[in-house]
């Protein structure tokens, strides 16, 4: 054996701290035959694959030796609890809440009870519907070979969500899960699955949040599966306290003609390492991704977004937003991939930066995967300051300078936060990036 070969399987052996083959033996016992099947093949990959290190060019920019995994242990599989509703809560059909070790399902308009949708834990949905969930789980969108992290949220999830929409059915609000965390010292690994059935209209939002002084580790995988002709919006609001470090995995696989909405709010935590994008896997369809990111203090997000495309005659766009400000670092790596056969795609990305203080870091990097012709595959991205003739333009009528450049930050962002569909969600945001713009200015 090579000394590369040494290293690679000295890498593959290796385990995160707090999740061992003792750890998963104590967690798999008995248990549902279909999810223990489900976790012990993804633990299998967990064990096979490689450890993330510095060296890895996907790690180069966010260090995996941050995350302390060492000084957190994971949630216990989450029960059945109570809801506490929030003024939010009456803009939805549905109201998940998961609090630390506790899920709560809420029926507010009627449509679970009327089979309008079906919104269930795993473990429910593994005993009432085993076909749904031996699809979908690990399915195409996400399977445990994707990486060390996402094998290890297939082995270890303690908090798993099933979403099914059935064929032609249009909620009229949505569906709404609220992730509240309050345990210090623990990792939360969520698992999400979302099926939205031919012809069905949907839009399911996530808010995270938890304290500053809460310090927490988050493993997070969600699969989104939108079928023909079909269309899911999708919103996170991304709150976490910046005593939280979150590694996370999403994907949705879109069908002929089918339409994927993603709307992606990533303003809280400390360090933040995320991966999502969508595979346009059937002629006709679209996917439309939004994001806004905004760091201060020493804040360091890293996110890679995919606009693949598996089939001929498909759409995406891609624009994400960010300000940079204090020490804060963000790294955006944007990839859109054109499969063999893929002609007459359309598809874009954009990525606008603004650094706002001396000590702030922005990092770009798009690329390009193409091994198809006949189509438009394209991509642009800018890093700079605000206009200084904007700031002169809006003192010279009046307004503070403090004023000035925050109302051009806003405003950089308002062509995201105007595709939000809940009134309350749009002024939340808004709320977060006055805090950290007024602190900073």
């Not at 991966?275 to 439309?288: I, L, M, Q, T, Y």
Request: hydrophobic residues 40%; charged residues 25%; negative net charge.
């Amino acid at each position: 054996m090579s000394m590369n070969d040494t290293a690679l399987a000295e890498k593959a052996s290796e385990t995160i701290a707090g999740f061992t083959e003792e750890a998963f033996s104590a967690l798999t016992q008995p248990g549902n035959p279909l999810l223990r099947g489900k976790r012990e093949e993804a633990f299998a990959e967990y064990l096979r694959l490689p450890a993330p290190h510095a060296f890895d060019e996907e790690w180069r920019k966010t260090d995996p030796a941050l995350f302390r995994f060492d000084t957190w242990s994971a949630l216990p599989s989450a029960a059945a609890g109570s809801v506490q509703p929030t003024d939010w809560d009456s803009a939805f059909d549905v109201v998940v809440q998961v609090d630390g070790a506790s899920v709560s399902i809420e029926d507010r308009t009627g449509i679970l009870s009327a089979g309008r949708a079906y919104v269930a834990s795993l473990f429910d949905a593994a005993e009432e519907h085993p076909d749904w969930v031996q699809q979908y789980l690990q399915g195409a969108a996400l399977p445990a070979s994707t990486d060390k992290f996402t094998a290890l949220n297939g082995a270890f999830w303690n908090v798993g969500i099933f979403i099914h929409i059935p064929e032609g059915t249009k909620l009229e609000k949505g569906i709404f899960l609220r992730y509240r965390q309050r345990e210090t010292g623990a990792v939360l690994i969520p698992r999400l699955v979302i099926v939205a059935e031919s012809g069905s209209e949907a839009t399911v939002v996530e808010h995270l949040e938890s304290d500053d002084e809460v310090s927490m580790g988050v493993v997070s995988a969600r699969e989104l599966y939108v079928d023909q002709a079909a269309r899911l919006k999708f919103l996170t609001l991304q709150e976490w306290g910046r005593g939280t470090y979150q590694i996370g995995n999403d994907m949705a696989v879109v069908q002929r003609d089918a339409q994927v909405d993603w709307i992606t709010l990533n303003l809280g935590s400390q360090i933040s390492k995320l991966k999502f994008g969508s595979d346009v896997a059937g002629p006709g369809s679209s996917a439309e991704l939004d994001g806004i990111f905004c760091t201060d203090t020493d804040q360091h997000i890293d996110q890679t977004t995919l606009q693949i495309h598996s089939a001929p005659h498909t759409y995406s766009r891609l624009l994400y937003k960010g300000a940079v400000m204090d020490q804060g670092h963000s790294v955006y790596r944007g990839i859109i991939q054109a499969k063999p056969g893929a002609i007459k795609v359309d598809a874009y990305q954009t990525n606008n930066n603004l650094v706002l203080s001396n000590g702030a870091i922005a990092d770009t990097i798009p690329g390009l995967l193409i091994d198809a012709d006949d189509l438009k595959c394209s991509h642009g991205a800018t890093i700079g300051n605000l206009d200084e003739n904007q700031v002169f333009y809006l003192r010279a009528r009046g307004i503070p300078e403090h004023e000035a450049r925050k109302l051009l930050i806003l405003g950089f962002y308002d062509e995201i936060l105007d595709r939000i569909p809940y009134a309350s969600i749009r002024d939340r945001v808004h709320e977060l990036l006055v805090e950290k713009l007024d602190r900073v200015l």
